[in-house]
C-alpha cells in the first residue's frame, strides 16, 4: 500500500536527520572554523601598512564578495580539471565554503576592529604594550563581542547554504532528500523534513548565539 503525505514525512524524517547530523553539520563547522582562520588573516592584511599586502587581501575579498557561491563551487568542482587539477566533491565543498566565508567573514572581523574606540590602543601603549599585545589583550576581547552577532548570522547562513554542495554530489541533508524525492516522486512532504530539520538546526544555533553574546557582553566599554 503507498504511503500518504504524513506517513511519507515520518518515514523520512529521521533519515533526513541523520544526514544532516552526519555530513552537513560537520561540513559546517569545518569550513566556518577554516574560513574564520582566513576571515582573521585576510583582516590583518587589510589593515596592514603594506601596501601590496592590503591589495591582495582585497582582491579576494572582492572576487569572492563579487561572484555566487554556486559558481565558485562550479569552477572549482567541474572547472579546475580543465586545468589539469582534480578534486574529490568533499575537497571541493570544503575549499569553496571555506574561501567564501572567508571573505564575507574578514570584513566583519575588519569593521569590529576598527569598531574599538582608539582611547583604547592609547591606552594599551600607556601602559607599556607594543601592538600584538594591545591587539591580543585589550582589542581582540572587545572586537569579539561585537562581531559575535554578525558572524553567528554567518554560520547560521553556512548551514543553510551546504544545501548547494548537493549540486556537486556532496551527500549531505538536501541531497538526501532529493534521493528520497527520487524513489517517491512526493517532493512537497520530503522538502518540508527537509526545512524542518534545517530549521532545528538553526534554532540550536540562534539559541546557542544568544548565550555566547550574553558571555561576552563583560568585555563591551560603555
Known amino acids: 500500500m503507498e504511503a500518504g503525505p504524513l506517513q511519507l514525512m515520518l518515514n523520512s524524517l529521521w533519515p533526513i536527520f541523520v544526514a544532516g547530523l552526519e555530513r552537513t553539520v ?12 582566513l576571515a582573521v588573516l585576510t583582516a590583518l592584511a587589510r589593515l596592514s601598512k603594506l601596501g601590496w599586502l592590503r591589495g591582495i587581501a582585497w582582491f579576494y575579498v572582492w572576487v569572492f564578495r563579487g561572484t555566487p557561491l554556486l559558481v565558485q563551487l562550479f569552477i572549482i568542482f567541474y572547472g579546475l580539471p580543465y586545468l589539469g587539477l582534480t578534486l574529490g566533491n568533499w575537497t571541493s565543498a570544503i575549499i569553496g565554503f571555506t574561501l567564501n566565508v572567508g571573505a564575507y567573514a574578514s570584513e566583519t572581523i575588519r569593521a569590529s576592529i576598527l569598531s574599538v574606540p582608539k582611547g583604547q590602543w592609547e591606552a594599551a601603549y600607556s601602559l607599556g604594550m607594543n601592538g600584538g599585545q594591545a591587539l591580543r589583550r585589550i582589542i581582540i576581547p572587545q572586537a569579539t563581542r561585537v562581531s559575535v552577532p554578525p558572524l553567528a548570522n554567518e554560520f547560521i547562513g553556512l548551514v543553510k547554504d551546504t544545501s548547494l554542495a548537493a549540486v556537486i554530489t556532496v551527500p549531505e541533508l538536501f541531497q538526501k532528500a532529493q ?13 518540508v523534513d527537509a526545512a524542518i530539520v534545517y530549521l532545528a538546526f538553526c534554532t540550536v544555533l540562534a539559541w546557542l548565539q544568544h548565550k555566547l553574546e550574553r558571555r561576552l557582553s563583560r568585555y563591551v566599554v560603555s
Open 179 to 191: 534521493d528520497i524525492v527520487g524513489s517517491t516522486f512526493k517532493p512537497f512532504p520530503v522538502y
Open 26 to 37: 560537520p561540513l559546517a563547522v569545518v569550513t566556518f572554523i577554516l574560513g574564520m582562520a
